[in-house]
């Protein structure tokens, strides 16, 4: 079960946004880009991009 505030949290928009904790315990990355993804997709897409756009 979820505990709010601790796995997730509702933003502003009122969406919710999953925590780091929470994604540490399903245990893989979704590539969905996630806000508070521990492995640093979204960190490594804009690498992977900027690195593209310079060739």
């Known amino acids: 079960m979820l505990i709010e505030n601790i796995d997730y949290y509702i ?3 009122g969406n919710f946004v999953f925590t780091e904790k929470y994604h540490l315990n399903r245990g893989y ?10 492995w640093k ?10 690195a593209s756009k310079k060739n």
Do not use: G, L, T
């Open 29 to 38: 990355c979704c590539k969905n880009s996630c806000k508070h993804c521990p």
């Open 11 to 13: 933003n502003e928009d």
């Open 41 to 50: 997709y979204a960190e490594k897409i804009n690498q992977k991009n900027k």
